[in-house]
């Protein structure tokens, strides 16, 4: 989905824990799905993607799961670190669609010491 | 892995002028190259697809006349924003893709800050 107004969604965590981060897509066909992070003026960063014939993907310290059937994405963290603060976008694609990607909102995830 | 890199990284100007963006992907050969367009606490706009040896398809409600995009090679495409105002003040961050078509092979690069005064 686009992103309206002025204020991302922000998620704080304390080093060590546990996040989860939510995403909801906008298009039911897409069947495609990334999670981006974005560091301060820098360009997206690739992090782990997934299928729509999946519903879960691990990869190293992080996991994606996919509810289609809501039309919702979360990416999970396993004991964040202060190098994951970041801001984080799901995107979505439908292939045969010029491979467009569609970025959610995002959210600021901050990690406290 | 592969990389892009954008020049300038952060460009001023005054309002009226005109600024070109590069981006170059250095060790992959770019069969398509998109545009995007960030404002302060907000996602990724897509402005463009640029192909190269085509036109650049643009997305509804960008104006083609005013930011120009040219990828006449296969590492290099360029958009330059015309007549640039203030409210063209962005962060513009291009990506490349290879010819594989698979979404995960696109590659982001590190973005332009634009200031129009």
């Known amino acids: 989905g686009e992103s309206v107004g002025l204020h ?10 546990n996040s989860i981060i939510n995403c909801a897509y906008s298009n039911s066909a897409s069947d495609y799905f990334i999670w981006y992070k974005q560091e301060s003026g820098k360009g997206p960063q690739f992090i782990i993607d997934i299928r729509s014939n999946m519903d879960k993907r691990q990869g ?54 | 892995g592969a ?10 100007c005054k309002s009226g002028t005109s600024v070109k963006i590069e981006c170059r992907s250095l060790d992959f050969q770019a069969t398509t190259m998109f545009w995007y367009r960030q404002f302060p606490k907000q996602s990724l706009m897509l402005m463009a697809t640029s192909n190269e040896g085509s036109k650049a398809t643009y997305e509804q409600g960008v104006e083609k006349d005013k930011f ?45 800050r634009l200031l129009v005064l």
């Open chain 2, 68 to 112: 120009l995009i040219n990828h006449a090679s296969l590492t290099l495409s360029t958009l330059t924003v015309t007549s640039a105002h203030p409210e063209d003040s962005s962060f513009y961050i291009c990506s490349a893709m290879t010819g594989t078509g698979i979404a995960e092979t696109q590659y982001f690069g590190p973005g332009t």
């Open chain 2, 3 to 12: 990389v892009v890199s954008q020049h300038p990284s952060r460009v001023i």
């Open chain 1, 8 to 17: 991302l969604p922000t998620l704080s965590v304390q080093e060590g824990d």
């Open chain 1, 60 to 113: 190293q310290r992080v996991t994606v799961l996919l509810n289609k059937t809501v039309k919702h994405l979360s990416l999970q963290i396993a004991a964040t670190q202060p190098g994951d603060s970041a801001v984080y976008f799901c995107a979505e694609i439908l292939t045969g669609g010029g491979n467009k990607l569609t970025f959610g909102t995002g959210t600021q995830l901050k990690v406290e010491l």
